[in-house]
């Protein structure tokens, strides 16, 4: 079945240091990739997406993932944490040509908190 | 992106009686689809809104509970019927297919808080 694993329930980090956040995902072929961010009592803001082509990319806010096939991964990266960037996090995974139907399978979501 | 709108943004119910979401966006998109994110929890798909015709539900999901209308390409309701305490959650739209494109990547509004007493 379908799944998407977000290990990490919560993380703290100091500001200006680095992040990634985990996602691994359970699909039978190659599927569409997405993280986004939900800020407390705001809706979802998309980050950045996956379909094809490098397998780094490169998002809003200075956030990045990459892609790795061979452990069905998708971890979400910035080099310096801003206070800002206090939020939850979600990984999705949607199905190729599956827009029609949605199909969009979200992890738990990681929240993250900012130390001064 | 789209900019999309909820309304309202969030109510306070009593246990029995039912609300409408409305949810608009600024442009003509194919897709619109309606999640719940229960408290503490990730998203869940409740339906597809489709323009002309009865949406779409998944599993678990009903359309006699969640009566989902969508008369044209930028506006669609969802009505959480004969609430109960556990339909406590917020409830978001989203969009697929901007300007007819491509489908897959979805833009969410910024949710209905909703509060069943």
């Known amino acids: 079945a379908q799944s998407v694993t977000q290990p990490d329930i919560h993380i703290t980090v100091s500001e200006g240091a680095s992040l990634e956040l985990r996602c691994n995902y359970s699909y039978g072929a190659t599927p569409y990739l997405f993280w986004y961010v939900q800020s407390p009592g705001q809706g979802l803001q998309l980050l950045l997406k996956?379909?094809?082509?490098?397998?780094l990319v490169q998002g809003i806010k200075g956030f990045e993932a990459e892609f790795k096939r061979s452990q069905s991964s998708f971890n979400l990266r910035k080099p310096s944490v801003h206070w800002s960037d206090a939020a939850e996090y979600f990984c999705?995974?949607?199905?190729?040509?599956?827009?029609?139907?949605?199909?969009?399978?979200f992890g738990k979501g990681t929240k993250l908190s900012v130390k001064p | 992106s789209a900019v999309i709108s909820q309304k309202p943004s969030r109510d306070i119910c009593q246990r029995g009686t039912s609300l409408t979401i409305q949810c608009q966006v600024d442009?003509?998109?194919?897709?619109m689809f309606w999640y719940r994110q229960q408290p503490g929890q990730s998203l869940t798909l409740i339906a597809t809104?489709?323009?002309?015709?009865?949406?779409?539900?998944e599993s678990g999901f009903v359309i006699d509970k969640f009566p989902i209308s969508r008369p044209n390409l930028t506006f669609s309701t969802l009505t959480v019927s004969n609430m109960s305490p556990e339909d406590s959650s917020i409830y978001l739209c989203?969009?697929?297919?901007?300007?007819?494109?491509?489908?897959?990547?979805?833009?969410f509004g910024p949710g209905t808080r909703l509060t069943v007493l």
């Open positions: 809104a489709n323009q002309g015709s009865e949406a779409t539900y």
């Open positions: 996956y379909f094809s082509g490098d397998t």
């Open positions: 442009s003509q998109v194919t897709m």
């Open positions: 989203s969009v697929g297919g901007l300007a007819g494109g491509f489908t897959d990547t979805q833009y």
């Open positions: 999705a995974v949607g199905a190729r040509g599956g827009g029609s139907q949605g199909n969009l399978i």
